[in-house]
């Protein structure tokens, strides 16, 4: 039971999505441009994001009564600028054979100029909106379904739903249509959801509807996992980029597959599902906390970043390939000293330091106040200049070295608090079970954070993930 | 007897029932929150199901018995939401826009209404038939509330969000009518800012709600 209470904490619930993902990052500009189609199509746009053309678009009463219906294309999409969770939306795959102004839907039934008319006034009445306030309708181009998904989708165009929270994309799954769902994707409607590994992009588990698990496509023995989806690091970019053009601070991405154009953005959503988790069969709350508060640099970066952290799969590839450990900035280590003395501690993983240092109080534990006591009569010079610290090094080294054997070498440091001489020492530490034996010079650390750095020379092994 | 301010109150000449009834909404609506953020139960958000609870309470005082609310409470609740749905299938194929068709729904509902009350008269169900216009237009008033979900979600969540509404209107009823209760706010009437505390405390509640364990349950197990 309790254990079962430990595990639901991992899971983002309505009420923590609602209060602190979306109250505080998705402010009200940036909610309004998401609800709003045509405007957040602009701005994408303009942005170098590439989206489905528009085709027309239908403001008042005059607009419908003047609007030439045959010049509409053989497929498109008849969408209310404000709609909500899709909502209103009339897709249309071809014209009927020998027919002027009659289309054909996913379901085979028939379109005519009177239904689309009457769609489109419901929409301008408002009839989708979010708070009934009168809309525009709009016709824009159809995603062209790619060859990849063919035999997934039933009609509709699947898409890649990506959450991109602090500039990292942190889940994804792809939603397909179903005969049930009317060719939309959505959940709620009865579409598929496959969770995808962030650093491949290939399907693993799926969910239909709300919350049932399934691994084949209903009636077919066609898998849903192992789809891989093209062009992955694209969609992931464009993901983010859209957080960054946008200022949703917690995005969900509708990305489609464009048979011809490759990723296209469709939508911006300010208030993303939860069934994503299931999809993917992991909490999203994790994941979130994960990348609050990181500096991501770029979209790039931000990419980077998500495949390190929540590629399950790519983590392993990579280290099989290159043999290397994937760490974080601060580790759990092992010191081992002289006579097996062991001490865990966290330390962290500085790539901005040449070699590790550990705090000298902390020696004296792993058994070297030996050499401390030894190096602390040495005399030294008290105030040291850039210029004549590599000459005073020499001169102490040829003095002292080898008359202590645990002494291994003097070195004079330049760090952000002064110039400084320590002594080093032979030490090993096992981190991520991996030994590293290394030479680590001794310093005062008791008012820091950590009482070891780890340097880059002894990360040869390992991978830092920032 | 009552407290110092309840007993003011009514020598200024407010009924007690009123003053019962003003300070019992404060309690109804913390229920309704509660229901909607720590049980995960959505019904037609706050201001439906709090004027449903109160329509309840008000059939209750003519009907004479507790019994009497639900059951003729959720008999014109029932009623309503039944012909509203057959209104709307039955006016889906003349395309209207979107006003004109609510209102032709409400006329209907209205008109089955007063059919169902007189039927009720006719097989003796007086309690039925005597019921006043207040609980009624509330009731009617739903049917508008219930359209728009029909449009925006489709007949099912429709259907579903009504019985959510029923079920947190039964309830609410049920503890607003509870004896102790009315004792105790007619005593102590700050209690109705304890309600306020508590709802603080909804409103910063950030945990899983109930319906949501039962929807990640398979998910809880597999982390």
């Not at chain 1, 008359?403 to 991520?432: A, C, E, H, Q, W």
């Not at chain 2, 720590?38 to 507790?66: C, D, H, M, N, Q």
């Not at chain 2, 207040?134 to 429709?158: C, R």
Request: glycine fraction near 8%.
């Amino acid at each position: 039971m309790f254990k079962a209470y430990q595990k639901s904490k991992t899971i983002l619930g309505m009420n923590s999505r609602n209060l602190t993902f979306i109250r505080p990052n998705n402010l009200k500009r940036a909610k309004r441009l998401a609800d709003n189609k045509l405007k957040s199509k602009r701005l994408l746009k303009k942005n170098g994001i590439p989206v489905p053309g528009l085709i027309a678009k239908i403001k008042t009463r005059q607009d419908l009564d003047n609007f030439d219906f045959s010049k509409l294309p053989s497929s498109f999409v008849l969408k209310p600028n404000m709609g909500l969770g899709g909502d209103g939306i009339l897709v249309v795959y071809g014209r009927k054979k020998n027919c002027q102004n009659i289309w054909v839907k996913a379901d085979r039934s028939l379109v005519t100029e009177d239904d689309l008319r009457n769609q489109i006034r419901n929409i301008l009445e408002g009839s989708f909106s979010r708070t009934s306030i009168p809309d525009i309708a709009f016709f824009e181009e159809r995603v062209k379904l790619s060859r990849v998904f063919k035999p997934y989708s039933y009609k509709g165009i699947p898409d890649v739903r990506v959450i991109v929270y602090n500039n990292v994309p942190v889940m994804a799954m792809l939603r397909l249509s179903t005969k049930g769902s009317e060719g939309k994707a959505n959940l709620q409607l009865g579409g598929i959801g496959c969770g995808i590994d962030m650093a491949t992009g290939t399907t693993t588990s799926a969910v239909q509807g709300k919350s049932k698990l399934i691994e084949c496509i209903p009636g077919t023995r066609l898998s849903l996992s192992g789809i891989r989806i093209p062009r992955w690091q694209e969609i992931l970019e464009l993901a983010v980029k859209a957080q960054q053009v946008s200022g949703l601070g917690f995005l969900g991405a509708d990305v489609a597959y464009d048979r011809d154009d490759g990723p296209v953005f469709l939508e911006l959503n300010a208030r993303p599902g939860l069934s994503i988790q299931i999809a993917n069969m992991e909490g999203l709350l994790t994941r979130l906390k994960r990348v609050e508060g990181l500096k991501v640099k770029s979209a790039k970066h931000g990419v980077k970043l998500a495949k390190n952290l929540f590629g399950g799969e790519i983590e392993e590839e990579l280290e099989d390939i290159s043999g290397k450990k994937v760490i974080g900035v601060v580790e759990k280590i092992k010191l081992i000293g002289k006579n097996g003395a062991e001490k865990e501690v966290e330390a962290k993983i500085d790539t901005g330091a040449y070699s590790t240092s550990v705090d000298i109080e902390l020696a004296r534990e792993l058994g070297f106040e030996g050499v401390i006591d030894y190096f602390d009569k040495i005399k030294k010079p008290k105030e040291i200049t850039k210029k004549d610290g590599k000459n005073i090094m020499e001169d102490l080294r040829a003095k002292y070295l080898h008359k202590n054997k645990d002494l291994l070498d003097i070195d004079v440091v330049y760090s952000s608090s002064g110039i400084t001489v320590r002594p080093k020492v032979k030490i090993s530490f096992v981190m991520d079970n991996e030994t590293v034996i290394t030479r680590a010079n001794l310093t005062e650390r008791a008012d820091l954070k950590y009482p070891v750095i780890i340097g880059r020379r002894d990360l040869k092994k390992f991978l830092v993930e920032v | 007897m009552y407290s110092a301010f309840v007993e003011y109150a009514v020598s200024q000449g407010v009924p007690l029932g009123t003053v019962t009834l003003i300070l019992m909404l404060p309690i109804v609506v913390l229920i309704i929150a509660f229901f909607r953020q720590v049980v995960g139960i959505k019904a037609f958000g706050i201001y439906t199901p709090a004027l449903i609870i109160f329509a309840f309470l008000a059939i209750k005082a003519e009907a004479g018995s507790f019994w009497g609310g639900i059951r003729y409470g959720t008999a014109i609740f029932g009623t309503v939401i039944a012909v509203g749905t057959l209104a709307r299938i039955f006016l889906r194929r003349f395309r209207l826009l979107y006003l004109p068709r609510v209102a032709i729904v409400i006329s209907i509902v209205s008109l089955s209404t007063l059919l169902m009350l007189i039927l009720g008269g006719m097989f003796q169900r007086t309690g039925l038939a005597s019921v006043s216009i207040f609980p009624i237009l509330i009731m009617i008033t739903l049917v508008e509330k219930f359209v728009t979900v029909q449009i925006e979600k489709g007949g099912k969540a429709a259907v579903y969000l009504s019985l959510e509404t029923l079920f947190i209107s039964i309830v609410g009823y049920s503890i607003a009518s509870w004896a102790l209760l009315i004792f105790y706010l007619q005593q102590y009437p700050w209690l109705v800012f304890v309600a306020i505390v508590i709802n603080i405390f909804l409103g910063k509640w950030t945990g899983l709600r109930l319906s949501e364990v039962i929807r990640f349950k398979k998910l809880i197990k597999n982390v």
